[in-house]
């Protein structure tokens, strides 16, 4: 079976340009959350769905960034406008449970590396 | 605000040397899991430990959680070079929290 799938891989843009990044969760699975990963701040969770319902975005650094997920098979997580310091990897991950559950895995995906000049 | 403090932050050791990497809180967590990170990909699940005081073995990996469900340890006993990687634990409440990060390496 497919793991959760990330497109784009990397993205290289200019700084006031819109960036959206793409997640396919594991089929069935009911929870998705989006991370973002940097040396400074380590793996920081930016909002996570319950299916396809934001529970907790919480952590969505300002107004800037916005996810969606419209259906259980696809979510986005946008940024508009970028600024230098969005540059980070972004992951995405999903979990058959809810994430209330205690023993609940998370599967990730390979991540997008986002460089914003 | 919660927070997993790992250490240490960098590990370098030679190939058959031990090593123990902690993870520490102040908050009480429902369970603790590690994670496994290689350079281009997203974290992997090593273990899940639930119970204060339990212990779980993995091959050359073992894993505990602390009494209190506060803090945790990860021992590994003759490192590999397949070892190498960067090690997250992360401490569940009504989310998953993760910890600062041990990078590990290991030199044949």
């Known amino acids: 079976d497919a793991g959760v799938i990330q497109s784009p891989r990397h993205e290289v843009t200019e700084m006031g340009q819109e960036v959206t990044l793409r997640c396919k969760p594991i089929?069935?699975?009911?929870?998705l959350f989006w991370y973002r990963q940097t040396m400074m701040r380590g793996l920081e969770l930016l909002i996570y769905f319950n299916n396809n319902v934001p529970i907790d975005d919480s952590g969505m650094p300002e107004d800037r960034f916005s996810a969606k997920m419209p259906n259980a098979s696809f979510s986005t997580l946008k940024i508009q406008p970028s600024e230098p310091r969005d540059s980070a990897v972004y992951f995405c991950?999903?979990?058959?449970?809810?994430?209330?559950?205690?023993?609940?895995?998370?599967?990730f995906g390979p991540g997008t590396r986002l460089t914003v000049l | 605000t919660q927070l997993l403090e790992q250490s240490p932050q960098f590990l370098s050791i030679q190939e058959g040397e031990n090593l123990t990497v902690y993870c520490n809180s102040s908050?009480?967590?429902?369970?603790l899991q590690w994670y496994r990170q290689e350079p281009g990909e997203g974290p992997v699940l090593l273990v899940t430990?639930?119970?204060?005081?339990e212990v779980k073995k993995l091959k050359r990996l073992t894993f505990q959680f602390g009494d209190a469900r506060k803090d945790s340890s990860l021992h590994i006993t003759a490192a590999q070079p397949g070892d190498t990687g960067l090690y997250l634990c992360a401490g569940r409440t009504d989310k998953l929290i993760f910890g600062t990060g041990t990078r590990l390496q290991v030199f044949p």
């Open positions: 908050s009480v967590f429902s369970s």
């Open positions: 430990v639930v119970t204060g005081g």
């Open positions: 089929s069935g699975h009911n929870s």
């Open positions: 991950a999903s979990s058959l449970g809810y994430s209330g559950g205690s023993t609940d895995t998370q599967y």
